[in-house]
């Protein structure tokens, strides 16, 4: 049986903050959007369309 901390573990998904791909390299069309919450977080991401 594994420890529970060793599950646990693999259940969880830290994504890197490099970007390796873009939606263009798909051959999609797309545009970069970003805004701040109000709470001060700023959030990006894409417009794929």
Do not use: N, Q
């Not at 069309?29 to 990006?44: H, K, N, W």
């Amino acid at each position: 049986m594994l420890p529970a901390a060793s599950v646990l573990g693999s259940l969880l998904y830290f994504p890197s903050r490099k970007i390796v791909h873009i939606p263009a390299a798909a051959g999609l069309t797309f545009r970069e959007l970003a805004f701040t919450t109000d709470d001060d977080i700023r959030l990006c991401g894409w417009w794929i369309s």
